[in-house]
């Protein structure tokens, strides 16, 4: 009998044949969520999960034979990491891969929120178009302007490479110095004074749970944006839906949210606030080598060698 392999979505561009000399491959289409795990699933000794799975231990409570959960993208805040140690499963994510594109879709927010892009489409559509003035539908100018990058790990120094064709002066934060040409390492809250445009680039951990809280927001400079491709509990909903109602900050550009599929009903009514729906690494390249990644690790950690990306 071979080991059972499930992987919890469908893959665009992962084969999955090649996987079937060594195990018995099953595959779901829903989410992996401890009460409701698909009879097609128990059994399973490799679990592929991605980002909308919530790998708690109650989830993990149910696998018992679980040896590797690999998960097809990088953050790993979705995994009840310490449980997993405690089970002894090796837990393995796609790293490297989706940073250029996810480093694109932060500044495709940025644009898109300084140029009023998504609303000049609505505008649009809704017939609003019936004459120009200088001073209509103004958005704010991005070249030369200042860019605070918030973690400056691989995806925030890819946002910081584009930033350099718009000339912008580059801040980062960082527990280290970063030999960044031209980027500037300062402690958040004098960024935050700082900077016109802030992107944000830490992965979720209990520290930087609403590390732009209420207080924090509130130092931004006026006229601020905002943009958050990195995870949704990073940000203060609330404090940052009030800033934008008022105007003290001019736009934001948001790819993530605390409960996704969900986004907080406070953003839906600001036209100053663009909206994608997680899509930082949505490419059909990325994904496909999203795919290929997990995939050849789920077959070389069965194959008895060392996983190549294991998560610490
Ligand atoms: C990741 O890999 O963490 C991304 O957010 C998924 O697109």
Sequence with gaps: MKPILYVARPLPGGALAPLEALFEVRTGDGPLRAGAVPDAARGATT??????????????????????????????????????????IL?????????????????????????????????????????????????????????????????????????????????????????????????????????DFVSLHVPL??????????????????GAILVNTARGPVVDDAALAGALGSGRLAAAGLDVFPR???????????PNVVLTPHLGSGTRETRAAMARMVLEEVARVARGEPARHPVA
């Design 47 to 88: 679990l592929v999960v991605t980002y909308l799975d919530r790998v708690d231990a109650a989830l993990l409570g149910a696998f018992p034979a679980l040896r590797h959960l690999a998960s097809y993208g990088v953050g790993v805040n979705h995994i009840d990491l310490a449980e997993c140690r405690r089970r002894n």
């Design 91 to 195: 837990v393995t994510n796609t790293p490297g891969i989706l940073t250029d594109a996810t480093a694109d879709h932060a500044m495709a927010l940025l644009l898109a929120a300084a140029r009023r892009i998504a609303e000049g489409d609505r505008v649009i559509r809704a017939g609003g178009w019936t004459s120009s003035a200088p001073g209509w539908m103004l958005g704010t100018e991005v070249t030369r302007k200042t860019l605070g990058i918030v973690g400056f790990g691989r995806i925030g120094q890819a946002v910081a490479r584009r930033a350099a064709g718009f000339e912008m002066k580059v801040l980062y934060t960082g527990p280290r110095e970063v030999p960044f040409p031209g980027a500037r390492r300062l402690p958040l809250e004098a960024l935050l004074a700082e900077s």
């Design 205 to 222: 951990t209990p520290d930087t749970e609403h590390l732009l809280s209420a207080e924090r927001i509130a130092r931004m400079k006026p």
């Design 260 to 270: 996704e599929p969900a986004v907080p009903e406070a953003y839906l009514a600001l």
